[in-house]
Structures are given as structure tokens and as C-alpha cells.
């Protein structure tokens, strides 16, 4: 297949597109794992090279400033790549492991645990971060020895065709990567062509009724869902970097994030401090490029959300719903609290325990990220220790996700499994022991 060719548009397409990934899967298999590790290398290098055309589709596609985007999804995207270049290929090394010495009868048996690509995996990717919520998946999943069957959001399938040309430069056989085109069709597609593991990166009730098909055939899928990210502010925190962060948190990509913050519980003495900081903040970065949602309906529901909350006794601070928009004293029962929000409102209430704000987090459905903003660091870490959440920030926001190393894990309705990292890269492998046993010492059975 050329760089040029079309990506597919249909089920029967997935299926045929499907077909060529897994002809190809098992030369590229059979590649020692260093070889896979200079091409993820060379596609590196090769993206950094294509920075400014990617800049300005990532503009296009989300509005904001292509010096922005750089530091929002190229550099990360180029750092994950690297990453699984220097850093996946000893990960991925067979391991021997340790023998028993108490059972002495079994000693003599060798234990080597190794790690085979599962064949085709199905990767289908959201629009609110079309480059770095999807390259460095589906280069984990090259890394491993797999095939891709790639469905990008349609806002994102030029992005997506500019990467895998950039793929297939570096040295990735033809076929392995197939792009197809479309929406909810479409991913249909890639699960009914036969994916052996689906990877699914965006809204949860989509996610789940992906699952569900991919379930039906007896084969496994991550999900990577929906957040409802809750950030606790302590007594003793520094209010102005608290303020600070938040905002930036909940602004950055128009608050479209998975992991934007969302709730805001903060101590009872520092409240009105508080409300007042990031209320400033807010209002600075209102004008900001990339900060305003565009689409009308999301304006229509984010409307919606806002009144439907001060009718129920919130109070507005900022905004009216349709950009930037701070609402003080929610509680529980109100759709602006429980559903998430893919958009730039932050919501806020007091709190009067660290308890109170533990089961606060706990009890919601949606379970990605949380925050603790505290000048106490131990007790940070203990409050840490009791969150139900797949990752835990103290004193920062949004910037943790951009290490390579560390995973994106969700509980609850945001998702099982894991995404980048080791946790991420071992998802795209199954393990196999080989146990050997040398002739000399086999047992009587």
C-alpha cells in the first residue's frame, strides 16, 4: 500500500483492511523487538520534522494557537515515541523467573516469561486530542508486534493520514497500519472486523457499547472513558498557585479534556479566597485563543447546565455558560456536578473535613483523576492513599499526563485499563511461560 492511498470509509472495508494488517502482522512479529524500536525512533524524528504541518491541523481542528499546540500534544507526542523507542524494548524483554527453593522437587525447572503481540488490535481515537491521544497508542501497539486498524475522530483523519505516511517512512511495513475514515459506523466497523483487543479512547456510553460488541466475541478492550476530575483545596494551600492551576486546568482545550478539572472542594476558611483568585484567573484567560467552546450545541447544553444549576441555588461568579463560567456552592443532584462536563465551566463548593471531600470523590461514578493542593505533602500522600481514583495530582494540574512513563488509568464509569507507560504498553501484549525442564532431571509423573 502507498503513502497515497485512501483510508477506508465502511464495514466491508474494515473487514478487507483488517485482513491486510494481519498478513503483515507476523513478519513484523518476527522482527527483533530492537528493529520495531528504530522505527518507532525513526518516526520520532520524522514527526518533529512535520511539526509545522501538524500545528496547523491541530489549529484548524481545535482553534487554538499552534505555539500552544506544540507544548499541548506535539512535544508530549514526540516524547512518548522516544520513550517506547530507548525505554519499550527492555520492558518488553523476556524475563527468567525465580525458582522455588522450598519445593526442591521442582527446582530444576527453568521459567521464561515472554510477551507475544495479541495480532490486530483496534484503535479508535477521540477529536480533543487528535495526535497525542492516539500516536502514541498505536505506536505502543506497533512497538509490541501488533497490527493496527486505526479509526481517528473524523476531525482528526487528516492528522491521522499525515502519521501514518510518517510510519511507513520511518520503516513500517506497508499494510501493518490501516486508517479508516467515518463515526460511529465506522468504529462499529473495527470492532465487527475482528480486532483482537479494542482500545478505545473517548465518551463512555460510546465506549461501552463498543465493549459490549467487542465482549460478545469473547475478546478484550481498554477503555480509556469519560472524567469528572474533583480537585481538593486544603486550608494550608498556596491559594494563588491553587487558583492558578485550576483555572488553567479547567481552560486548557476548552475544558474538553478527560482529565480537566471540573469540581473545585475547597476548605471552608480559604473559600471566598479562593473564589476570588480563580475567578481573576478565569477572567484573565477569557479572551485567551482555544478558551471558547465553538460548537453550537455544546454552547446550547453548556447554557443549559449553567442555569439549570443556579435555578437549584448555585451561585454564578463568572460567565453565563457559553465561555468561561465559574458556579459557587453546587451540591450533589445537580447535573453540573454529576455529568461531566466537556467544557470551560468550573464549579465549586465549601467543604468541612478532609472526610467529607474523600467520600465526595469516592462515591462518583466517573473516577480518572483527582488533585490535592496542600503545603502538607505527607498528608497528601495519606489522603492519596484513601482516593478511589486512577491518578492522584498534588499541587499541579493536567501537566503529569504528559510523562511518558506514567500511565492513564481509569475506575468506575471512566474506564478499566491502561493507557501509556509500562501499565499501557503491557496491555498490548499477552504473556507466555515457557517452563523447561532439562532431560536429565525430568520427574517421574
Given at each position: 500500500?502507498?503513502?497515497g492511498?485512501?483510508?477506508?470509509e465502511?464495514?466491508?472495508?474494515?473487514?478487507?483492511?483488517?485482513?491486510?494488517?494481519?498478513?503483515?502482522?507476523?513478519?513484523?512479529?518476527?522482527?527483533?523487538?530492537?528493529?520495531?524500536?528504530r522505527?518507532?525512533?525513526?518516526?520520532?524524528?520524522?514527526?518533529?520534522?512535520?511539526?509545522?504541518?501538524?500545528?496547523?491541523?491541530?489549529?484548524?481542528?481545535?482553534?487554538?494557537?499552534?505555539?500552544?499546540?506544540?507544548?499541548?500534544?506535539i512535544?508530549?507526542t514526540?516524547?512518548?515515541?522516544?520513550?517506547?523507542?530507548?525505554?519499550?524494548?527492555?520492558?518488553?524483554?523476556?524475563?527468567?523467573?525465580?525458582?522455588?527453593?522450598?519445593?526442591?522437587?521442582?527446582?530444576?525447572?527453568?521459567?521464561?516469561?515472554?510477551?507475544?503481540?495479541?495480532?490486530?488490535?483496534?484503535?479508535?481515537?477521540?477529536?480533543?486530542?487528535?495526535?497525542?491521544?492516539?500516536?502514541?497508542?498505536?505506536?505502543?501497539?506497533?512497538?509490541?508486534?501488533?497490527?493496527?486498524?486505526?479509526?481517528?475522530?473524523?476531525?482528526?483523519?487528516?492528522?491521522?493520514g499525515?502519521?501514518?505516511?510518517?510510519?511507513?517512512?520511518?520503516?513500517?511495513?506497508?499494510?501493518?497500519?490501516?486508517?479508516?475514515?467515518?463515526?460511529?459506523?465506522?468504529?462499529?466497523?473495527?470492532v465487527?472486523?475482528?480486532?483482537?483487543?479494542?482500545?478505545?479512547?473517548?465518551?463512555?456510553?460510546?465506549?461501552?457499547?463498543?465493549?459490549?460488541?467487542?465482549?460478545?466475541?469473547?475478546?478484550?478492550?481498554?477503555l480509556?472513558?469519560?472524567?469528572?476530575?474533583?480537585?481538593?483545596?486544603?486550608?494550608?494551600?498556596?491559594?494563588?498557585?491553587?487558583?492558578?492551576?485550576?483555572?488553567?486546568?479547567?481552560?486548557?482545550?476548552?475544558?474538553?479534556?478527560?482529565?480537566?478539572?471540573?469540581?473545585?472542594l475547597v476548605?471552608?476558611?480559604?473559600?471566598?479566597?479562593?473564589?476570588?483568585?480563580?475567578?481573576?484567573?478565569?477572567?484573565?484567560?477569557?479572551?485567551?485563543?482555544?478558551?471558547?467552546?465553538?460548537?453550537?450545541?455544546?454552547?446550547?447544553?453548556?447554557?443549559?447546565?449553567?442555569?439549570?444549576?443556579?435555578?437549584?441555588?448555585?451561585?454564578?461568579?463568572?460567565?453565563?455558560?457559553?465561555?468561561?463560567?465559574?458556579?459557587?456552592?453546587?451540591?450533589?443532584g445537580?447535573?453540573?456536578?454529576?455529568?461531566?462536563?466537556?467544557?470551560?465551566?468550573?464549579?465549586?463548593?465549601?467543604?468541612?473535613?478532609?472526610?467529607?471531600?474523600?467520600?465526595?470523590?469516592?462515591?462518583?461514578?466517573?473516577r480518572?483523576?483527582?488533585?490535592?493542593?496542600?503545603?502538607?505533602?505527607?498528608?497528601?500522600?495519606r489522603?492519596?492513599?484513601?482516593?478511589?481514583?486512577?491518578?492522584?495530582?498534588?499541587?499541579?494540574?493536567?501537566?503529569?499526563?504528559?510523562?511518558?512513563?506514567?500511565?492513564?488509568?481509569?475506575?468506575?464509569?471512566?474506564?478499566?485499563?491502561?493507557?501509556?507507560?509500562?501499565?499501557?504498553?503491557?496491555?498490548?501484549?499477552?504473556?507466555?511461560?515457557?517452563?523447561?525442564?532439562?532431560?536429565?532431571?525430568?520427574?517421574?509423573?
Amino acid at each position: 500500500m502507498s503513502d497515497g492511498i485512501r483510508p477506508g470509509e465502511g464495514g466491508g472495508d474494515a473487514e478487507a483492511r483488517c485482513a491486510l494488517a494481519r498478513a503483515a502482522q507476523p513478519a513484523w512479529a518476527a522482527f527483533p523487538i530492537a528493529a520495531r524500536a528504530r522505527v518507532m525512533e525513526a518516526t520520532a524524528r520524522l514527526l518533529a520534522d512535520e511539526g509545522p504541518a501538524l500545528a496547523s491541523l491541530l489549529s484548524e481542528a481545535s482553534g487554538q494557537s499552534p505555539a500552544a499546540l506544540w507544548t499541548a500534544e506535539i512535544l508530549p507526542t514526540l516524547d512518548a515515541l522516544r520513550w517506547l523507542a530507548r525505554d519499550g524494548a527492555g520492558l518488553l524483554a523476556p524475563q527468567s523467573l525465580r525458582r522455588s527453593r522450598l519445593q526442591w522437587y521442582v527446582r530444576s525447572t527453568r521459567h521464561t516469561l515472554a510477551w507475544d503481540p495479541f495480532g490486530v488490535v483496534g484503535v479508535v481515537t477521540p477529536g480533543n486530542a487528535p495526535l497525542f491521544l492516539s500516536v502514541p497508542q498505536v505506536a505502543a501497539a506497533l512497538l509490541a508486534g501488533n497490527g493496527v486498524l486505526w479509526k481517528p475522530s473524523p476531525s482528526g483523519e487528516a492528522l491521522a493520514g499525515l502519521a501514518a505516511s510518517v510510519f511507513r517512512r520511518a520503516g513500517l511495513p506497508a499494510d501493518l497500519l490501516q486508517t479508516i475514515e467515518g463515526g460511529a459506523e465506522a468504529a462499529r466497523a473495527v470492532v465487527q472486523a475482528g480486532v483482537d483487543k479494542l482500545f478505545f479512547t473517548g465518551g463512555s456510553a460510546a465506549g461501552l457499547t463498543l465493549y459490549r460488541l467487542q465482549a460478545e466475541q469473547g475478546r478484550p478492550a481498554v477503555l480509556e472513558l469519560s472524567g469528572r476530575h474533583v480537585a481538593l483545596v486544603l486550608a494550608d494551600a498556596d491559594l494563588s498557585m491553587a487558583a492558578r492551576g485550576i483555572a488553567w486546568g479547567k481552560l486548557a482545550n476548552r475544558g474538553r479534556n478527560c482529565i480537566s478539572v471540573q469540581l473545585a472542594l475547597v476548605a471552608r476558611p480559604a473559600y471566598a479566597d479562593f473564589l476570588s483568585r480563580v475567578g481573576a484567573a478565569m477572567a484573565g484567560a477569557s479572551a485567551a485563543p482555544g478558551v471558547r467552546p465553538t460548537d453550537p450545541r455544546e454552547i446550547g447544553r453548556l447554557r443549559r447546565l449553567t442555569e439549570e444549576a443556579v435555578e437549584r441555588g448555585a451561585r454564578l461568579m463568572f460567565g453565563n455558560g457559553t465561555g468561561p463560567t465559574l458556579l459557587a456552592d453546587v451540591a450533589p443532584g445537580m447535573c453540573v456536578v454529576d455529568e461531566e462536563i466537556q467544557g470551560p465551566i468550573l464549579t465549586a463548593a465549601p467543604l468541612e473535613s478532609e472526610t467529607e471531600a474523600i467520600a465526595w470523590i469516592n462515591q462518583s461514578a466517573y473516577r480518572l483523576s483527582a488533585s490535592l493542593w496542600t503545603s502538607d505533602l505527607a498528608l497528601a500522600r495519606r489522603l492519596a492513599d484513601r482516593l478511589d481514583v486512577g491518578q492522584v495530582w498534588i499541587n499541579d494540574a493536567l501537566h503529569p499526563v504528559a510523562q511518558p512513563a506514567v500511565p492513564l488509568v481509569g475506575r468506575g464509569k471512566s474506564g478499566f485499563g491502561a493507557s501509556r507507560g509500562l501499565a499501557g504498553l503491557l496491555e498490548m501484549v499477552q504473556p507466555k511461560v515457557v517452563s523447561e525442564t532439562p532431560l536429565g532431571a525430568a520427574r517421574r509423573h
